[in-house]
């Protein structure tokens, strides 16, 4: 019997959840062999990084004019923190150019996953190491180069070679247990299923409220409740310029479409109860 083929919407969010997990492994991996970062500081910028995530997302969830979320904000947010002469994009190296407008649309899905990575990466390298254009410029560089050789190696070596130098690249960057995971896809698609679910449920919810504030605001501003993250006299306006995205983005299939179109299901992954996927990331996550 035919194998049922898995619809582009599952195959954007593998390819997004994907990209997003192996951009941040070579990010990491170049600023400790390339740039001498240690563990702690390593962690910090990942925490950071995770925050930054949230900020974005938070923005996203904001209800625009149209009652959608604001991720045109969002995304200009992210753009907002990038230095000058600094490309807040991040296309992701593959083995071939698409080939189709399915593959087209998988390969920019990935980008927008990565730049995401990128963005949030380099702003918390600004702040905890106090990298300029320059040690910014090198990092992608470097990012980029690590992100080639795992796509490389998985087509020449094998994709269980590829994950395996990554793993230990990752593992000597932190200094702790760094896994290979083997998740079947379903597994992968169900959990993104229930993140999106989960901010889809909060969107509409800040959308109701948001609805109510306006009522109570235009009928003389008695009882006006506070938005989401915003104090007591915050007028509830995003920056000019702000941007994200509450139901897009995330990254790939690591080993198939982020290692250049192999068949596979491996992620690296820190020991339990450590820090993985990043607020905004999968369909709900970013522009």
Sequence with gaps: MKKNKM????????????????????????????FGVGAARLNKILARAEKLGQESLDVAMTVNERGMPSTDRSLALRRSWMPRNVDPDFRVPVLRSPRTRREEQLRMAGDVAAS????????????????????????????????????????????????EHLRRCAQAALKEDIMVENQPDEDRVRQSERDYEEQKRAFLKRAVMQVLDDIREAAGGAGRRPRDGQSQGQSGRVPAGAAHRPCEQGGGRQGRRAAGGQQGRQHIRRAPGRSGKWPGEGRAGGA
């Design 7 to 34: 619809s582009l919407t599952t195959e954007l969010d593998l390819t997004r959840e994907g990209t997003a997990e192996l951009t941040r492994w070579c990010i990491l991996i170049a600023l400790h062999q390339s």
């Design 116 to 163: 995401m990575v990128w963005t949030l990466c380099a702003e918390a390298c600004i702040e905890e190491l106090g990298f300029g254009a320059g040690r910014l410029n090198r990092l992608k560089e470097e990012a980029l180069a690590n992100y080639r050789q795992v796509n490389e190696e998985g087509h020449t070596d094998g994709l269980d070679v590829a994950m």
